[in-house]
């Protein structure tokens, strides 16, 4: 299971840490992502940590954002800075590719981030 924590509401400019928490899984035994859908769009990919720790970020947030493991408490973080309206959205962890279970892909909560101008 993973479960997203942290979110919540800030102004534009501000910064927001948002936490995963695993269980089943080992964090640092996988490709680590996290995914954000704003409204009416698909959901998108926006950083990712490889299993050897090399990071990946969508050009949107590149810069700004920065993903983190901690393979102690098996959990990973996704630092957001001078956020922006559009990056409103609610935010996930997976695995890239995302978890396959019982054939379906597995999302967990997720969490909202809004980012008010």
């Known amino acids: 299971q993973l479960v997203e924590s942290g979110g919540g509401l800030v102004q534009a400019g501000g910064s927001l840490t948002l936490s995963c928490a695993a269980s089943k899984i080992l964090l640092w035994r996988v490709d680590l992502g996290w995914y954000r859908e704003a409204p009416g769009k698909e959901r998108e990919l926006i950083a990712r940590?490889?299993?050897?720790?090399?990071?990946t970020y969508a050009d949107s947030v590149k810069g700004r954002f920065g993903i983190f493991r901690d393979s102690a408490k098996n959990t990973a973080d996704l630092h957001m800075e001078n956020l922006k309206p559009e990056d409103t959205a609610r935010y996930y962890c997976?695995?890239?590719?995302?978890?396959?279970?019982?054939?379906?892909?597995?999302w967990g909560p997720g969490v909202q981030v809004t980012v008010s101008s």
């Open positions: 997976n695995t890239v590719p995302p978890l396959v279970a019982a054939g379906d892909t597995y």
């Open positions: 940590m490889t299993e050897d720790g090399y990071k």
